[in-house]
């Protein structure tokens, strides 16, 4: 694998926090087996600290479970409830990195994800958009990265079956993530 230090001139060593404005956390699970529900999360924070050496760098981010929106209230209400998120009992959702391999501009992030009170190893991989200054002189990096959990290893397990057979939601979730980061002076 080839060291994104070796292959980015701009990498840059330091603590960086989220760009709200620039960034997203989203997430797709199968719906009557034939199409997809999509969901965001509108309040998420992520802080991540470059170290020298790329695989020594560390994330941590946390969502606010009561921001979930997927454009449908009375679904978004029902996410928040024991059925799904518990968000009462469980404010939180959490992922602190364990790991980081790089191999140009791909990486993959392992790492512990909490939710509903349950932590579990999670596989990040992604790509490194890369880092410019804009025009108000603050540096920014940006990535896109995902990961595929099954919502049961959560206790994520509600569900209704079909007439026709199955069940309304699938087991698989995809979460994925667009972020940008701006470097602390």
């Known amino acids: 694998m080839t060291n994104l230090i070796d292959t980015r001139p701009d990498y840059r060593v330091g603590t960086w926090k989220l760009d709200p404005n620039h960034s997203e956390v989203s997430f797709t699970v199968k719906h009557l087996k034939i199409s997809k529900v999509r969901g ?6 992520v802080t991540v600290v470059t170290a020298e050496d790329p695989k020594d760098s560390t994330i941590e981010a946390t969502i606010d479970v009561a921001s979930v929106n997927t454009n449908q209230k009375d679904r978004d209400a029902h996410l928040r409830t024991s059925d799904f998120f518990l968000a009462d009992e469980h404010p939180t959702i959490t992922f602190t990195s364990t790991g ?9 992030i392992k790492g512990n994800l909490t939710m509903r009170g349950v932590t579990l190893p999670v596989t990040l991989k992604g790509e490194f958009g890369g880092i410019v200054t804009d025009d108000y002189g603050q540096t920014k990096a940006g990535a896109t990265a995902s990961t595929t959990i099954n919502r049961h290893d959560f206790g994520v397990s509600w569900n209704a079956a079909l007439e026709a057979g199955g069940f309304t939601l699938g087991d698989d979730v995809k979460i994925t993530l667009d972020l940008q980061v701006v470097l602390q002076k």
């Open 100 to 108: 980081i391999d790089t191999d140009d501009n791909d990486f993959t």
């Open 40 to 45: 965001t999360f509108e309040t998420f924070d």
